[in-house]
């Protein structure tokens, strides 16, 4: 009787232990099968490091990460090779995704070349440490220009250009140092026409760099001042009314001027 038992249990212990193994399997083959999501997804590169202004892409700056496609907009790259030897036109935080509008293309000649907007130009202005906003103008801060005149016995302050970009202070491109620097010329980002407008204005007086709010609308808001209402000439009449005189028992009426 004991050895049916003992026979019985060691059956069953048998039967727990090939059941063990046969699930402690299924899930390890589960764990090793390569992931397939629901969604469809892409692969997408992004900063594998943060990269300043003006920073050329080499490949220890991207990595590839896998995104739901849903979600990725349509101007990023999907292959780190497009990216290599292009430049930053802005400050890029680790795991940002690259897009076509946050880089420049592949450009001949020196990295601030690369740099200018299409159409655009690059312009710099000889300043000291007042006209330089005491050394705190940095690369990708907007201004405002101001140019001096003499005439006669005074002299007059005009805004000539508005919202201006830098593109680099003497010749640093990209920086992420705070610290006032004193520099000796800025490099501004023109149209051709504001570049014609300010090489003439610094012929004919004194320029001043007023620094601005980046997010600072363009056009500040105006009142409208009230047009004076116009005159009319209404020619004066003469007034009149009737007097009624009562002479015994005679009654006349009679108009009498006022």
Same mark, same amino acid.
């Given at each position: 009787?004991?050895?049916?038992?003992?026979?019985?249990?060691?059956?069953?212990?048998?039967?727990?232990?090939?059941?063990?193994?046969?699930?402690?399997?299924?899930?390890?083959?589960?764990?090793?099968?390569?992931?397939?999501?629901?969604?469809?997804?892409?692969?997408?590169?992004?900063?594998?490091?943060?990269?300043?202004? !003006? =920073?050329?892409?080499?490949?220890?700056? @991207? +990595?590839?990460?896998? *995104?739901? &496609?849903?979600? %990725?907009?349509?101007?990023?790259?999907?292959?780190?090779?497009?990216?290599? !030897? =292009?430049?930053?036109?802005?400050?890029? @935080? +680790?795991?940002?995704? *690259?897009? &076509?509008?946050? %880089?420049?293309?592949?450009?001949?000649?020196?990295?601030?070349?690369?740099?200018?907007?299409?159409?655009?130009?690059?312009?710099?202005?000889?300043?000291?440490?007042?006209?330089?906003?005491?050394?705190?103008?940095?690369?990708?801060?907007?201004?405002?220009?101001?140019?001096?005149?003499?005439?006669?016995?005074?002299?007059?302050?005009?805004?000539?250009?508005?919202?201006?970009?830098?593109?680099?202070?003497?010749?640093?491109?990209?920086?992420?140092?705070?610290?006032?620097?004193?520099?000796?010329?800025?490099?501004?980002?023109?149209?051709?026409?504001?570049?014609?407008?300010?090489?003439?204005?610094?012929?004919?007086?004194?320029?001043?760099?007023?620094?601005?709010?980046?997010?600072?609308?363009?056009?500040?808001?105006?009142?409208?001042?009230?047009?004076?209402?116009?005159?009319?000439?209404?020619?004066?009449?003469?007034?009149?009314?009737?007097?009624?005189?009562?002479?015994?028992?005679?009654?006349?009426?009679?108009?009498?001027?006022?």
């Amino acid at each position: 009787m004991v050895k049916r038992r003992t026979v019985a249990l060691l059956c069953f212990s048998m039967f727990l232990a090939a059941g063990a193994v046969w699930i402690a399997n299924n899930w390890l083959k589960v764990k090793d099968a390569p992931y397939q999501p629901d969604v469809e997804v892409v692969n997408v590169v992004v900063a594998a490091m943060d990269v300043p202004y !003006g =920073q050329k892409f080499g490949k220890q700056h @991207l +990595e590839i990460v896998v *995104l739901p &496609k849903d979600g %990725v907009p349509e101007d990023v790259f999907y292959d780190a090779s497009e990216l290599e !030897g =292009q430049v930053s036109k802005v400050d890029l @935080l +680790e795991g940002d995704i *690259l897009r &076509k509008e946050r %880089v420049s293309a592949k450009l001949e000649g020196t990295t601030l070349a690369s740099m200018i907007a299409l159409n655009m130009r690059a312009v710099t202005v000889r300043v000291n440490d007042v006209i330089g906003v005491a050394g705190f103008l940095l690369p990708g801060n907007y201004v405002d220009v101001l140019a001096s005149k003499r005439r006669g016995g005074g002299s007059s302050v005009e805004t000539i250009l508005r919202k201006i970009k830098v593109l680099a202070v003497d010749q640093i491109a990209g920086t992420k140092k705070n610290d006032p620097v004193v520099v000796r010329a800025v490099t501004l980002e023109l149209t051709p026409k504001q570049a014609e407008t300010i090489v003439k204005a610094q012929e004919d007086g004194r320029l001043q760099l007023a620094l601005r709010n980046p997010v600072e609308d363009l056009e500040q808001p105006t009142v409208a001042k009230a047009k004076p209402a116009k005159r009319k000439y209404v020619p004066k009449r003469t007034a009149s009314t009737s007097v009624t005189i009562i002479r015994g028992t005679k009654a006349e009426t009679v108009k009498v001027k006022l």
